[in-house]
T-cell receptor, first 114, second 112 residues
Framework: DGGITQSPKYLFRKEGQNVTLSCEQN?????MYWYRQDPGQGLRLIYY???????QKGDIAEGYSVSREKKESFPLTVTSAQKNPTAFYLC?????????????FGDGTRLSIL | GDSVTQMEGPVTLSEEAFLTINCTYT??????LFWYVQYPGEGLQLLLK?????DKGSNKGFEATYRKETTSFHLEKGSVQVSDSAVYFC???????????FGTGTSLTVIP
């Protein structure tokens, strides 16, 4: 079955450490997205990518970085510059920019500070 | 810019009660509208969608109608179950746009 796989499910970060969250999709979708979700809150867009080797900042990109070297993969790095990284991170994909089709989501990664 | 406004929660209902979660939107043109559901510790799952005015999306007993005249897409279910307890998100996307716009989510708890 096609879908989005996020790993790991739980991740712990030490002070000053960078960590990378994995997101892989086999839906052949062009667009991929990263969101941050804090308890009791909605989704905030971190980065998105419409095509391989191209990505754009969302509303809260500071302290995060991404790459899009392959269509299937869109890893997110939470850098040490992100001072409050504890949150639930969701990866999503959609068919393409010029489409009214919905986003598909992974099961999320919960990041905590040690 | 585009945006979505949802009724604030939390909402608590007894089993078999009628559910309405309000959603209104601001957008130019004719966006597509979606309802997603999120169970604890999981990602969002698409519940239903509508792509043009007067369309009715439906799934698992939930319904929502795309009302352009009132810019609304309210979620309804005639008889909720305990298993419907979750957070519900309304969202929109322009056909030519880059982004999806989400409401802040409405938490629903159904008690037996």
């Amino acid at each position: 079955d096609g879908g989005i796989t996020q790993s790991p499910k739980y991740l712990f970060r030490k002070e000053g450490q960078n960590v990378t969250l994995s997101c892989e999709q086999n839906l052949n979708h062009d667009a991929m997205y990263w969101y941050r979700q804090d308890p009791g809150q909605g989704l905030r867009l971190i980065y998105y990518s419409q095509i391989v080797n191209d990505f754009q900042k969302g509303d809260i990109a500071e302290g995060y970085s991404v790459s899009r070297e392959k269509k299937e993969s869109f890893p997110l790095t939470v850098t040490s510059a992100q001072k409050n990284p504890t949150a639930f991170y969701l990866c999503a994909s959609s068919v393409s920019r010029n489409s009214n089709q919905p986003q598909h989501f992974g099961d999320g990664t919960r990041l905590s500070i040690l | 810019g585009d945006s979505v406004t949802q009724m604030e929660g939390p909402v608590t209902l007894s089993e078999e009660a009628f559910l309405t979660i309000n959603c209104t939107y601001t957008a130019t043109g004719y966006p597509s509208l979606f309802w997603y559901v999120q169970y604890p510790g999981e990602g969002l799952q698409l519940l239903l969608k509508a792509t043009k005015a007067d369309d009715k999306g439906s799934n698992k007993g939930f319904e929502a109608t795309y009302r352009k005249e009132t810019t609304s897409f309210h979620l309804e279910k005639g008889s909720v179950q305990v298993s419907d307890s979750a957070v519900y998100f309304c969202a929109l996307k322009q056909g030519s746009g880059n982004q999806f716009y989400f409401g802040t989510g409405t938490s629903l708890t159904v008690i037996p």
